[in-house]
């Protein structure tokens, strides 16, 4: 199936603990994007990404970290240093300069 | 600063009505969509309409970019219609950085 792939839907983390979120696209798109979403609020951007080996922060990156190996792949790490980690976050991929499209998001808790 | 803004913040409909959405940004734009998060986060896409009007289905929306805002049009709404609607752009120059507005979240009623 083509599409934008979010793993896992839900994650669980301890405090003081860094955990990585998936995202994967089988689109050939040039941009990937991570967004984080609390509650009854909007899209905040973390991090962005043209091409391999390039990304950009975003409005929120503090206590986040990225990388872009290979084209498909966007993984964003949630470190211990982000204080505040639960939340709703969304992964998007897209052309570059035109439409994006969503993954289907990640829940992070911290416990 | 840059900024997108849109209103109203909350909207309560009943079943058949119709309404507006607006979206203003404050630069010009390469980019600008239109998504409905559905009940379970999921965000759709409706319309990628940097500039014009677009059609699909019961919703229509038309961006003068000249102006700086978009307008989504919602007819004969169902409660399915029921979330929160999102604008989001790029500005020019903004090496492709999309920006989210706060959203609309809109409330059909049987």
């Known amino acids: 199936d083509g599409g934008i792939t979010q793993s896992p839907k839900y994650l669980f983390r301890k405090e003081g603990q860094n955990v990585t979120l998936s995202c994967e696209q089988n689109l050939n798109h040039d941009a990937m994007y991570w967004y984080r979403q609390d509650p009854g609020q909007g899209l905040r951007l973390i991090y962005y990404s043209q091409i391999v080996n390039d990304f950009q922060k975003g409005d929120i990156a503090e206590g986040y970290s990225v990388s872009r190996e290979k084209k498909e792949s966007f993984p964003l790490t949630v470190t211990s240093a982000q204080k505040n980690p639960t939340a709703f976050y969304l992964c998007a991929s897209g052309p570059w300069g035109t439409e994006a499209f969503f993954g289907q998001g990640t829940r992070l808790t911290v416990v | 600063g840059i900024q997108v803004e849109q209103s109203p913040p909350d909207l309560i409909l009943q079943e058949g009505a119709n309404s507006t959405l607006r979206c203003n940004f404050s630069d010009s734009v390469n980019n600008l969509q239109w998504f409905h998060q559905n009940p379970w986060g999921q965000l759709i896409n409706l319309f990628y309409i940097p500039s014009g009007t677009k059609q699909n289905g019961r919703l229509s929306a038309t961006t003068v970019a000249t102006e700086r805002y978009s307008l989504l049009y919602i007819s004969s709404s169902q409660t399915t219609d029921s979330g929160v609607y999102f604008c989001?752009?790029?500005?020019?120059?903004?090496?492709?950085?999309?920006?989210f507005g706060a959203g609309t979240r809109l409330a059909v009623h049987p």
């Open positions: 989001a752009v790029v500005f020019s120059g903004g090496y492709n950085k999309l920006i």
